[in-house]
């Protein structure tokens, strides 16, 4: 047996290891496996109690209205499993089944419905002709009982037990976690959220519209319950990739193990399905290697991955979506890359509403009022995170009514209700907020804990520290070497407030001059989110300057100088489209800007379509593209820059909001142009402007902290009329012009 399939494998000896109380479980879980693989409601399957407590003589109970037959391990609807861990020779079943020499009623009651009983043994490994005794014990032990030829009885060894197992792949692993020979970082369906209450929490439905699929490019999103159905039904599918993204906080986790809750909604996934896992605990195998292995089993899995990155997902989705693949993917992020694969469906999870944040608090902290709840509630924004870290430094009496948004902000901080060293928790905070991750093992003198340390004016040991503690409140997550403060919402709020309390060239001087562009980028990244900050639109607008290192150099930009500018233009987007439009009229750099041999050109047209969102902003950034477009040799209307275009001027999905009037505008005196090349363009957009089918868009509507839907869109019937009355009038006015001229 190769060691990759023997990591999903178990033999007579693993089961051998389990307790009496884990075994009956076992068997428990296993009659509610068959049945969920049946689409039949496990409800019939019961079991519990203390193993020594009196039971009838029966520890798993089945009864339905159909036996499954996927296993053939519950042989009849009527089924009753005596289960024990020593091993049950033929003395010890007579015993057993006749304890004092009567028959046990629940076995009389097996026989009477001609139902079946089955002695299970995980000491027990019995050849052919021990089975056959112990079955004959059995048979002798009923003999007295009128119909007893009609009770099935049988006996499991260990062996058998371990065959019925591995059926379902996720009982292996629940079977190797608990005889402590776990696979470092995988759980099957459970706690995966890390609720105080484990399953049993009651996952609280929200009415909020907070649940939007990307691939439909509809600014309409789902209530929860709906949402969740429609996971289901994706993730319900072999060979499904599901990508989940949304903010730190907003409970993506939860709403993933929700979708095997059967509390919640209708048709849930079969909890026995899944596999779980996160990738800030290093899991062994890693996610793509443990994926193949559930390829190569060939059984119906779904595959939960956390925190998983893009390039990750995108590994896992070439892996899932093989064919004949019986795995569906679904993986959970707080960020979001456009180039994601195509067979992926992406959804976004908003913040929650106040009201479920407020019934997380009260249910999770009852010595809280439901006056703290709310006043919690609404300064955490929808975020269960943020409320929950809160909470936890909020004691029984205490009041926060006439509490400030700063106060509340900087109890997160704080222990146990005592401010202590608070500051300079926050301070350290502030400083790894600057940002959007950073190295929080290598403490060398060139490192990027050595350099927050010297901005924080502490110890390298001193943030070291800090770090581990913000990560025990909650506000700090690890991956790998990699640390980040999170929840987003108080990483913004730290890094506005650190860079008012730092002097800014100190903070930029510090970060330019570390010789690093994997920081350098990362502090970009984190100004992105912070355009209502002044003090990040100054930084933004001196690099963006005719003399700033971005501005002054957009004709040299390289890849890494390119992400830069991406990071930084949506914290002063005018800026963005000044510095743009320089090395456009420029001479020398305007030749470069419109080079398609330039591979960047596509990225800053990209960006022009982002900096088009703005009314303010789209003549010019329209312009610009139309630059580019005529800089192609040939009139090619089917060239990225020809469809990004185009794309700006659909009458919905469009990506803008710039009223249907400059729109038509720009048609306008693209077709009165005596430029043969300007005309094929204004036509190719007032065909685009017509068009009413395929309307969709593959490009993001995300721009750093920017609140950004999909653009304008006619909202009623009017509006609509207005819209095709507007372009069809251009066409009226075209076509009599051509008619003038022939």
């Given at each position: ?479 790998g070497q990699w640390r980040a403060i999170l929840p987003h919402a108080v990483a ?88 743009v439009r320089r090395a456009a009229n420029d001479p020398e750099k305007g030749q ?151």
């Amino acid at each position: 047996m190769s060691s990759q399939s023997s990591l999903l494998e178990i033999t007579g000896d693993d089961i051998a290891q389990l307790n009496d109380a884990d075994l009956r479980a076992l068997i428990g879980m296993l009659c509610e496996c068959d049945f969920r693989a049946e689409n039949l409601p496990p409800a019939g399957v019961t079991w519990g109690g203390n193993q020594d407590a009196a039971d009838g003589g029966l520890d798993v109970s089945v009864s339905g209205d159909r036996v499954p037959n996927l296993s053939g391990f519950i042989p009849d609807c009527n089924t009753g499993f005596q289960v024990k861990k020593p091993d049950m020779p033929k003395s010890a079943i007579a015993k057993e089944m006749r304890p004092k020499g009567v028959l046990r009623d629940a076995i009389k009651s097996l026989v009477k419905a001609k139902g079946a009983y089955i002695i299970v043994s995980s000491n027990g490994s019995t050849t052919d002709l021990a089975l056959e005794s112990r079955v004959d014990a059995m048979r002798e032990a009923v003999s007295g009982e009128e119909g007893f030829e009609n009770l099935h009885v049988d006996f499991y060894d260990r062996g058998r037990i371990a065959t019925w197992a591995r059926l379902h792949p996720s009982m292996i692993l629940w079977v190797r976690n608990k005889i402590g020979r776990p696979l470092t970082g995988w759980q099957s369906y459970g706690n995966w959220a890390n609720s105080p209450s484990g399953v049993k929490e009651e996952y609280v439905i929200d009415s909020k519209l907070r649940l939007f699929n990307d691939n439909k490019r509809d600014d309409e999103g789902m209530p929860t319950e709906a949402g969740i159905s429609e996971l289901r039904e994706n993730l319900v599918v072999p060979r499904a990739s599901i990508r989940l993204v949304g903010l730190s906080g907003v409970g993506k986790t939860r709403l993933v193990q929700a979708l095997f809750d059967e509390r919640v909604g209708t048709y849930a996934l079969n909890p026995t399905l899944a596999f779980y896992t996160d990738i800030s605990g290093s899991p062994s195998p890693d996610p793509e290697r443990f994926a193949r292995l559930l390829t190569a089993l060939n059984q119906r899995t779904i595959l939960v991955v956390d925190n998983c990155t893009p390039d990750l997902h995108r590994r896992l989705t070439a892996v899932c979506t093989e064919a004949g693949s019986e795995v569906s993917l679904i993986t959970i992020e707080y960020d979001i890359r456009e180039d994601i694969p195509e067979e992926t469906n992406v959804f976004r999870l908003l913040s929650a509403s106040g009201s479920v944040i407020e019934s997380i608090i009260l249910s999770r902290f009852k010595y809280l009022n439901q006056a703290n709840a709310r006043v919690i509630a609404d300064f955490s924004d929808g975020n269960a995170k943020v409320a929950i870290a809160l909470a936890r430094n909020i004691e029984a009496g205490e009041t926060l009514s006439g509490f400030k948004d700063d106060q509340l902000f900087e109890r997160l901080f704080w222990q146990r209700n005592v401010r202590n060293e608070s500051d300079s928790l926050l301070t350290s905070a502030g400083v790894c907020s600057l940002l959007y991750s950073f190295d929080g093992v290598d403490t060398s003198d060139n490192s990027e804990l050595n350099l927050l340390a010297s901005l924080a004016e502490v110890s390298v040991r001193t943030l070291f520290g800090d770090i581990s503690r913000l990560r025990g409140r909650g506000l700090a997550q690890s991956r790998g070497q990699w640390r980040a403060i999170l929840p987003h919402a108080v990483a913004n709020r730290l890094a506005r407030r650190t860079l008012d309390s730092i002097p800014k060239d100190i903070i930029v001087s510090n970060i330019l001059n570390s010789g690093s562009e994997r920081v350098i980028k990362s502090f970009a990244r984190r100004l992105s989110y912070l355009h209502d900050s002044e003090v990040a639109v100054e930084i933004a607008a001196d690099w963006l300057s005719e003399d700033g290192w971005i501005g002054e150099s957009i004709v040299n930009l390289s890849d890494f100088g390119m992400d830069v500018f991406k990071n930084i233009a949506p914290i002063s987007p005018k800026d963005t489209l000044g510095a743009v439009r320089r090395a456009a009229n420029d001479p020398e750099k305007g030749q470069w800007f419109t080079s398609t041999a330039n591979p960047k050109h596509i990225s800053l047209v990209r960006l022009l379509r982002q900096l088009a969102y703005d009314p303010t902003l789209f003549e010019d950034s329209i312009f610009l593209m139309i630059k580019v477009n005529l800089s192609e040799k040939v009139d090619n209307n089917n060239s990225e820059v020809c469809n990004i275009l185009q794309s700006l001027f659909r009458i919905k999905i469009s990506g803008t909001h710039a009223s249907p009037v400059q729109r038509a505008n720009i048609i306008t005196e693209l077709l009165n142009s005596e430029n043969e090349r300007n005309q094929n363009i204004g036509l190719k957009l007032l065909e685009e402007a017509l068009a009413t089918r395929n309307l969709i868009s593959s490009y993001g509507a995300s721009f750093g902290a920017h609140p950004r839907g999909h653009g304008y869109r006619p909202r009623t019937s009017g509006e609509y009329l207005t819209w095709f009355e507007l372009f069809l009038g251009i066409c009226k006015k075209h076509i009599l012009a051509e008619d003038c001229t022939s």
